[in-house]
């Protein structure tokens, strides 16, 4: 049996364009995934582009926010201040309203300054269940705590704390360890000096000659915070002496050790 003979050539073409074609698709699949990773890639990008505009303008508009807010900040506080600076002029001139309003003022001032505390702080001061007379050697009470008519506006008002005859310079001690929250001059209070005791106690210290102590500093029990003057609204040597809880004003004779009354009035042995 003969058998059939095969043109090499002709089969070995017939190879290379199976190849030929087969390799051209794997290309044009390979072209057509690229073009399309492209597309993918273009349209991730613009997608990014997208998003970090929408982002800034986002920012933008906080930015412009808080700006807007800040101004309106700075807008209040200068009228506050404004109105502040008017009702000293007008305490200075004598005006009886005017040295309300400054008084209440302050008061809101000092609650703010003991609120401002950072409570980690607080919370490391020992609660107190009494204090010590902030002054050495006997002194009198010369007005108490309550309802008054204030010496100098010549209306009935309400006593923060009491006030403590003294000689000019007397030397001021703390009545318990705490923490000064504040040191500086008001109108009213004249040097003032503000301590933060345990359990949300603070202690008031108004009419000072001179600080002995500084922001922020801590202060055992029985040392010296200052020394007494005449400064404010005061009618002579003395100390005023507030003590409050969570920035209430409150009696101080109910944390103080007893005293003694005389006809002269309440006098501290």
Excluded at 60 to 88: C, F, G, N, P, S
Excluded at 98 to 110: L, T, V
Excluded at 129 to 152: K, N, V
Aim: proline share 6%; hydrophobic share 45%; net charge negative.
């Amino acid at each position: 049996m003969e058998v059939p003979r095969v043109n090499i050539r002709k089969a070995a073409g017939w190879i290379l364009l199976v190849i030929a074609v087969a390799a051209a698709g794997v290309v044009l699949v390979g072209f057509n995934r690229s073009r399309a990773d492209q597309r993918h890639a273009v349209a991730y990008v613009q997608s990014a582009d997208v998003w970090q505009a929408r982002q800034l303008l986002l920012w933008q508009e906080v930015d412009a926010a808080r700006d807007a807010q800040v101004a309106q900040q700075e807008r209040i506080l200068q009228t506050a201040e404004a109105k502040e600076a008017a009702d000293v002029a007008a305490v200075e001139a004598g005006d009886q309203e005017a040295m309300i309003r400054q008084s209440n003022r302050e008061d809101q001032f000092i609650r703010s300054v003991i609120a401002g505390c950072d409570p980690a702080v607080a919370a490391q001061l020992k609660p107190v269940a009494e204090l010590a007379w902030p002054l050495a050697g006997p002194m009198m009470i010369t007005s108490p705590y309550g309802e008054r008519m204030h010496p100098i506006i010549g209306e009935e008002e309400f006593h923060r704390g009491v006030d403590l005859r003294a000689h000019y310079g007397s030397p001021i001690l703390a009545p318990a360890d705490g923490i000064v929250l504040y040191i500086g001059s008001k109108t009213t209070y004249g040097n003032m000096v503000v301590v933060l005791h345990g359990g949300g106690i603070a202690t008031v210290y108004g009419h000072l000659w001179k600080f002995a102590v500084q922001p922020y500093e801590r202060v055992q029990k029985g040392q010296l915070l200052g020394y007494t003057g005449n400064t404010g609204f005061s009618t002579g040597p003395h100390l005023h002496f507030e003590v409050r809880q969570d920035g209430e004003p409150t009696n101080p004779l109910e944390w103080l050790p007893p005293i003694e009354t005389t006809e002269q009035g309440a006098v501290i042995q």
